[in-house]
């Protein structure tokens, strides 16, 4: 069983993160699940935004993680008296939530961003059905 001092600090993860997921909602535009729903918009993104933003891919990991750790402690009550993790997951959702204002998350860089989709040469069977459309 674990200490008082773990579940201190699962409560206040937990606590975090249920504000954290509020101001996503807002964020997005949406009822529920923001974590949920800022992942889905960075898949949805451009795989060249990955290259373009070095910290993409270490915020969607963060994400995945500290919204499993949610879904843990929401699961199982006694997980509070487990150790799930640090307080730096709680400095991590309050750090984001200043580059949420001051538009400096990846998906405020990447909406800012301008991407060119690479296409494909046609063939000369296309050229030719082309020509005669």
Same mark, same amino acid.
């Given at each position: 069983?674990?200490?008082?001092?773990?579940?201190?600090?699962?409560?206040?993860?937990?606590?975090?993160?249920?504000?954290?997921? &509020?101001?996503?909602?807002?964020?997005?535009?949406?009822?529920?699940?923001?974590?949920?729903?800022?992942?889905? &918009?960075?898949?949805?993104?451009?795989?060249?935004?990955?290259?373009?933003?070095?910290?993409?891919?270490?915020?969607?990991?963060?994400?995945?993680?500290?919204?499993?750790?949610?879904?843990?402690? &929401?699961?199982?009550?006694?997980?509070?008296?487990?150790?799930?993790?640090?307080?730096?997951?709680?400095?991590?959702?309050?750090?984001?939530?200043?580059?949420?204002?001051?538009?400096?998350?990846?998906?405020?860089?990447?909406?800012?961003? &301008?991407?060119?989709?690479?296409?494909?040469?046609?063939?000369?069977?296309?050229?030719?059905?082309?020509?005669?459309?």
């Amino acid at each position: 069983m674990g200490n008082s001092k773990t579940r201190k600090i699962n409560e206040r993860f937990y606590d975090e993160y249920n504000y954290f997921d &509020k101001v996503l909602c807002e964020r997005l535009n949406i009822e529920e699940h923001g974590v949920s729903g800022y992942l889905a &918009k960075m898949k949805e993104a451009v795989t060249e935004a990955r290259e373009a933003i070095p910290e993409w891919d270490i915020t969607r990991n963060r994400l995945t993680n500290i919204q499993k750790r949610h879904a843990d402690l &929401k699961a199982n009550e006694e997980a509070f008296e487990d150790f799930q993790g640090k307080d730096e997951d709680v400095v991590w959702m309050q750090v984001f939530c200043e580059k949420l204002e001051a538009n400096a998350d990846p998906l405020s860089k990447y909406a800012t961003m &301008k991407f060119s989709y690479k296409t494909r040469r046609k063939t000369l069977w296309q050229k030719i059905i082309e020509f005669f459309s």
